[in-house]
């Protein structure tokens, strides 16, 4: 048995030291990366993340969808007059 390295936890067995597997172990092939989309992506998380800090869509205190929909569409406006 491998000792400890500190005194608290109970030596590890021998065999038991090589039975977990990495999660990706080479045999895999990579995933494609295009970095275009990743870039709209990020792009469009980040309005959404934007919008999650206006109280009243996050919460959705509006009483009507109409409302509501007001506010999503204002809010995107305020954005961009923020940025200007």
Avoid at 54 to 79: M, N, Q
Wanted: proline share 8%; aromatic share 10%.
């Amino acid at each position: 048995m491998r000792q400890p390295r500190n005194k608290c936890s109970a030596p590890v067995p021998l065999r038991t030291q090589g039975c977990c597997t990495a999660w990706n172990t080479g045999t895999e092939p990579p995933p494609a990366f295009d970095r275009e989309v990743y870039r709209r992506r990020n792009t469009v998380e980040g309005c959404f993340n934007a919008l999650k800090h206006f109280r009243g869509i996050a919460t959705r205190y509006d009483k009507t969808a109409a409302s509501y929909e007001a506010a999503v569409g204002l809010a995107p406006f305020l954005l961009w007059a923020r940025s200007v």
